[in-house]
């Protein structure tokens, strides 16, 4: 048996099964099987806590790192020193958030589990809900940012676009 597989593994052109196994799990050359597995666990992770598949939570951290580098930014334009309330502030918002969109996500899974759809609906209608709204919010700080970056008035990108939608809405 163990002639026939070596044999089986050499019409592969692998030598052995160990060569097998680096084929199949690259990351054990180069020592990063730990890395890949915490980042496939943390991907798990996320989508039963958030209901957010990676890339949408890929993107909501982006947009969290947005809001704080332009706003780090925006802070240096105005001359203003940084200092770690503001960055703990901004920490607490993250977890904040964090909880505003998991909260409403396993409930409503905790609901659908066990039968009772209208709570399971309402409950899944307030997490994206809330996701959506976070993620705005988010999106409306970095305009700020930018206007202040820009030299603008911190109003500035906001009335722009309140502008384009009254546009479009007419």
Not at 67 to 89: C, H, N, P
Not at 125 to 147: A, D, G, K, P, T
Request: with cysteine.
């Amino acid at each position: 048996m163990k002639a026939f597989l070596l044999k089986l593994l050499r019409s592969f052109e692998y030598d052995n099964l160990s060569h097998l196994l680096s084929s199949l799990m690259p990351s054990t050359k180069y020592q990063l099987t730990t890395v890949c597995t915490s980042i496939s666990a943390t991907g798990v992770l996320v989508n039963r806590i958030f209901g957010l598949d990676f890339l949408a939570f890929a993107a909501l951290l982006a947009v969290l790192a947005g809001e704080l580098s332009s706003g780090i930014i925006a802070a240096f334009v105005k001359k203003e020193q940084f200092s770690s309330t503001k960055l703990t502030r901004f920490l607490f918002k993250v977890f904040y958030y964090l909880v505003l969109i998991a909260v409403p996500y396993l409930m409503a899974q905790s609901f659908f589990n066990s039968g009772k759809e209208l709570p399971a609906v309402i409950f899944d209608w307030m997490h994206v809900f809330l996701v959506v709204q976070i993620v705005l919010e988010n999106m409306v700080s970095i305009l700020e940012n930018v206007s202040v970056i820009s030299g603008k008035p911190k109003t500035h990108w906001i009335n722009k676009i309140q502008d384009k939608v009254g546009g479009l809405l007419k």
